[in-house]
């Protein structure tokens, strides 16, 4: 039923919630799952030549070698159960990059941890989980970390 399963992680321990119910469903389903991080670079606002423009490359380079060596240490704990999985790294809007890389791996299920915000924080912060749920044409896991 779910042969591929996308999990958007974002390196915190409240997306990590969602791990326990994943693995559940990927034994259950023998489903490969895909974790994934989207990075949103900051804007870059200084003068393109400026040496800053040096440090800042520098620093997305940092971001994404963080980012897939926490994924790849993911992985390494689900192959060692016996669940296949692989990681992606994606750079750009965190909705965007999530629906582009369900539909590019043709993710049956996106399983992710909602932070549980609510009234004005939802609305100053914007959701991921509202809006994936708005943009998606699958099903959709969705548990609310505390």
Do not use: C, W
């Not at 539909?103 to 399983?111: K, V």
């Amino acid at each position: 039923m779910y042969a591929t399963i996308l999990v958007p992680l974002d390196g915190s321990k409240r997306a990590e919630l969602i791990l326990p119910h994943v693995e559940k469903l990927a034994r259950s389903h023998k489903s490969r799952l895909i974790l994934l991080q989207v990075l949103e670079p900051p804007p870059l606002v200084t003068d393109a030549t400026a040496p800053y423009a040096v440090q800042y490359g520098q620093d997305l380079e940092q971001l994404k070698k963080r980012a897939e060596n926490y994924l790849a240490g993911l992985a390494g704990e689900f192959q060692e159960k016996k669940i296949q999985a692989r990681t992606r790294v994606e750079n750009g809007q965190v909705v965007d990059a999530i629906i582009n890389a369900a539909q590019r791996d043709e993710a049956d299920l996106i399983a992710l941890a909602s932070h549980g915000r609510s009234g004005l924080s939802r609305v100053f912060y914007g959701s991921v989980a509202a809006g994936v749920l708005h943009h998606i044409d699958r099903p959709l896991l969705l548990i609310r970390s505390n």
